[in-house]
């Protein structure tokens, strides 16, 4: 079984093909590329694999409508079919400065802990991003965790971790901290920005300070 079909180069499922002649089932989403310069798409998969039997899972069950709507519009998949489950509108905010932000994240912080979800995930573009936003938190709020490259388990309830550690994972609620023009304005940072808000099930909060990144310009 090889997931995360999208991160694999052809020659690398060349290399699959030779080395292993049984059946395989390959999945994966062209959209949540971490590389979109070297990724597989499902057509250049099949050409490698030519008895190969192709299915498309086009509805989408994670997010809400609202959710879910946005995304497409960071990164359009035109067979996507978004699942009628309605929610609450991603918010995005902007502010003065860093410090200011960060006092935004933990009145989001502080929000959730007082409503009903369980589960919530601050995804960072980057893990250097996401550490040092895990120490400005950690002494301010007992149940927040790191999960990054070096983290041995996952722990519920605050995560703060990349976009690329959290390829696979769901929470209630998303912030995506930094949606600055600076930090999200390559075709990778469109892919990252792309999967970071996928993970979120009924909630999406956006905050950044100084100019918003464009692939957000016409959410607001």
Same mark, same amino acid.
């Given at each position: 079984?090889?997931?995360?079909?999208?991160?694999?180069? +052809?020659?690398?499922?060349?290399?699959?093909?030779?080395?292993?002649?049984?059946?395989?089932?390959?999945?994966?989403?062209?959209?949540?590329?971490?590389?979109?310069?070297?990724?597989?798409?499902?057509?250049?998969?099949?050409?490698?694999?030519?008895?190969?039997?192709?299915?498309?899972?086009?509805?989408?069950?994670?997010?809400?409508?609202?959710?879910?709507?946005?995304?497409?519009?960071?990164?359009? $998949? +035109?067979?996507?079919?978004?699942?009628?489950?309605? #929610?609450?509108? +991603?918010?995005?905010?902007?502010?003065?400065?860093?410090?200011?932000?960060?006092?935004?994240?933990?009145?989001?912080?502080?929000?959730?802990?007082?409503?009903?979800?369980?589960?919530?995930?601050?995804?960072?573009?980057?893990?250097?991003?996401?550490?040092?936003?895990?120490?400005?938190?950690?002494?301010?709020?007992?149940?927040?965790?790191?999960?990054?490259?070096?983290?041995?388990?996952?722990?519920? #309830?605050?995560?703060?971790?990349?976009?690329?550690?959290?390829?696979?994972?769901?929470?209630?609620?998303?912030?995506? +901290?930094?949606?600055?023009? $600076?930090?999200?304005?390559?075709?990778?940072?469109?892919?990252?920005?792309?999967?970071?808000?996928?993970?979120?099930?009924?909630?999406?909060?956006?905050?950044?300070? #100084?100019?918003?990144?464009?692939?957000?310009?016409?959410?607001?």
């Amino acid at each position: 079984m090889v997931d995360e079909m999208q991160d694999y180069t +052809p020659i690398q499922y060349a290399v699959i093909r030779k080395l292993f002649p049984c059946r395989k089932t390959i999945l994966g989403d062209s959209n949540q590329s971490v590389n979109p310069y070297t990724s597989t798409s499902l057509d250049v998969i099949c050409s490698i694999f030519p008895d190969a039997e192709a299915v498309k899972l086009c509805r989408s069950y994670r997010s809400t409508f609202e959710i879910t709507e946005l995304s497409q519009r960071i990164s359009e $998949n +035109p067979d996507l079919i978004p699942v009628e489950r309605h #929610g609450e509108k +991603p918010i995005v905010q902007g502010f003065e400065s860093d410090k200011e932000e960060r006092k935004h994240i933990r009145k989001l912080i502080r929000e959730h802990q007082e409503a009903s979800y369980q589960s919530l995930g601050i995804i960072c573009k980057t893990n250097k991003q996401a550490k040092a936003l895990y120490e400005k938190l950690k002494d301010k709020f007992e149940d927040v965790c790191l999960l990054d490259f070096d983290s041995r388990e996952y722990k519920e #309830g605050i995560v703060i971790t990349s976009a690329h550690m959290a390829k696979g994972l769901e929470f209630d609620q998303v912030i995506i +901290p930094h949606v600055d023009a $600076n930090t999200y304005h390559t075709m990778l940072d469109r892919s990252l920005l792309y999967i970071a808000c996928t993970r979120a099930m009924h909630k999406l909060d956006f905050t950044y300070n #100084g100019e918003m990144t464009e692939f957000l310009s016409n959410q607001v």
